[in-house]
């Protein structure tokens, strides 16, 4: 039998660009592509050694610098691939800057009628024109209908397989793959069943004449299948994963914002992410420690951290239905995740909304409302979840801020209180432009920009939560501090960091109320019974 190496990477791909929520919709993808995609190759063209001075400086860690210390010519040319692949995408993005200009000039308050004859074209039949309750014109794009067309390119989607260490990835939202010449591209699209092939053969392994039949379809198919060998071996992984038997539900963490929750009849993980194994110098979970199958996968928020299409993809053939929050529907800075993983190819997507309570075998999982780290847009694809197994209570709110405490008043008197809560205290992320800024029709004002942020609780707004529902063990998570997760959220951490010192204090305040508190780090196993809780 041949088995898929543990170190191999799937890095998902559109363009040759690190694939993430914005560059799988089209109208997010059409102003990434024109405002961030070029103009940083462009940049890195004019000036390489800047960028490659840069991209090594740890202050600028997450800077609009390209890490590539390759020929500028491979870069030259994907410029070139690119614009010539992207007309439609360009005149879609130059098309809503336009439109906006159009709404912001002509909707004063009357009927919008008369405009929609006035879109451009790349918008007609594609977009509602409409105004809120304070008179303010804006635009809706039928993402659907935008799904349906040329501008949704699959052919553009790919996956680079390569082997990892423990060497550190350049930042994905900022260097694409220039150079695929270290590994094997595959050219085809998220949906398409072979990454289902080699995911399993990486527990399941293949036999020979399985082997041979995907060696001979890649071979039509992608860049690099020379290398294949070197990324399949006779040795079978281990397979550390025992289903639960005990009382109550167990919770392991996978790092980040990963909680793999298990009653022994069902498993639920939040926001995959799973490191390769033998890449870290610590002890953590890897895919050898995952079961046959995830019942359910909940997805907290449309952010490249907790929508990671590298491990989905790589999970797909054992999941059973991903839950993720409802969306606005049509708004630019809020796409469609039930649309955007349905187009990736997963059959079983359902969308939750505040409160609403989805029934599983042995308990429930409850949407929660999800103030903040979205930088004061108005997004709605965000929840936290309260997930309840044999009576016991897992409260995994993400990077929720809390910025009106009521909330969570008001939330204490609907919901039982939980035995554990999981929150990130990220309280120092990145002002709007960092993520949302290409999205935007003209530039913010800096103090504008500098002040909303993409901030989670910091230590006086998470201890007000942990008091208001008073449970048993409170968690600090979704902190982006793994050595392998680093290329995805471009964070170290020193002592001095706020994120440390407000979530130390957080700990502090707990243990002094004799509440168990932890700020989560690599791996750790927490088993809650009869609501109390130990760990293993």
């Known amino acids: ?113 008369n405009l929609y004859e006035k879109m451009p074209k790349p918008l007609r039949g594609a977009v509602e024109l409409g105004y809120d309750l304070n008179n303010n014109p804006s635009l809706r794009v039928f993402e659907s209908l935008l799904y349906a067309s040329s501008l949704y390119k699959p052919a553009l989607q790919s996956v680079f397989l390569r082997l990892v260490t423990s060497e550190a990835r350049p930042f994905v939202l900022t260097t694409p793959l220039i150079d695929a010449s270290g590994g094997l591209l595959i050219n085809a699209a998220f949906s398409d069943g072979i990454y289902d092939t080699l995911a399993r053969s990486r527990e399941q392994g293949l036999n020979e004449d399985e082997y041979l039949a995907l060696k001979t379809e890649l071979s039509g198919r992608a860049e690099g299948v020379e290398r294949l060998d070197d990324y399949f071996t006779d040795e079978a992984p281990p397979r550390r994963y025992e289903r639960y038997d005990g009382d109550g539900m167990r919770v392991r963490y996978f790092g980040h914002a990963t909680l793999l929750i298990d009653d022994g009849v069902t498993t639920i993980m939040s926001d995959p992410s799973v490191g390769y194994e033998g890449t870290a110098a610590l002890d953590y979970y890897s895919f050898s420690d995952l079961p046959d199958r995830i019942d359910y996968i909940l997805i907290t928020h449309n952010h490249q951290d ?40 997963f059959t079983s997507v359902v969308e939750l909304d505040d409160l609403e309570v989805l029934p599983v075998p042995g308990g429930a999982i409850t949407g929660l409302p999800f103030l903040g780290e979205h930088c004061d847009l108005h997004i709605r694809t965000k929840l936290g979840y309260q997930v309840e197994l044999r009576g016991q209570r897992a409260m995994c709110l993400a990077d929720s801020n ?33 993520l949302y800024g290409d999205l935007l029709p003209r530039r913010l004002r800096r103090e504008h920009d500098q002040s909303r942020r993409l901030n989670g609780s910091n230590f006086e707004k998470a201890s007000r939560i942990v008091d208001q529902f008073k449970p048993s063990g409170v968690f600090v998570y979704a902190m982006g501090a793994e050595p392998w997760f680093t290329h995805i959220t471009s964070i170290l951490y020193n002592e001095q960091s706020p994120p440390i010192v407000e979530s130390n204090k957080l700990i502090e305040h707990c243990r002094g109320r004799d509440v168990v508190a932890e700020r989560l780090f690599g791996k750790r196993e927490i088993v809650v019974a009869d609501h109390r809780l130990r760990f293993t």
């Open 1 to 113: 039998m041949k088995y898929l190496k543990k170190n191999v990477a799937f890095e998902p791909l559109i363009c040759r660009w690190y694939a993430w929520p914005f560059l799988v919709s089209p109208a997010t993808f059409a102003m990434v592509a024109k405002n961030r995609m070029i103009p940083l190759l462009e940049s890195f063209i004019e000036d390489p050694d800047f960028h490659r001075e840069s991209a090594k400086d740890p202050a600028l860690l997450g800077g609009t610098f390209i890490d590539f210390p390759g020929d500028v010519r491979l870069a030259e040319a994907l410029l070139d691939k690119l614009k010539d692949d992207l007309h439609e995408q360009l005149a879609f993005a130059d098309a809503l800057v336009l439109a906006n200009d159009l709404l912001i000039r002509d909707g004063n308050g009357g009927t919008l009628e």
């Open 402 to 434: 809390n910025l009106d405490p009521v909330m969570y008043e008001r939330l204490s008197r609907l919901l039982p209180n939980p035995d554990l809560i999981f929150i990130g205290m990220e309280c120092t992320g990145g002002p709007m432009s960092w």
């Open 306 to 345: 907790h929508v990671l299409f590298e491990v989905l993809l790589q999970l797909r053939h054992k999941i059973g239905t991903i839950v993720v929050p409802k969306c606005h529907g049509g708004f630019v800075q809020d796409p469609s995740l039930k649309l955007l993983l349905e187009k990736a190819g």
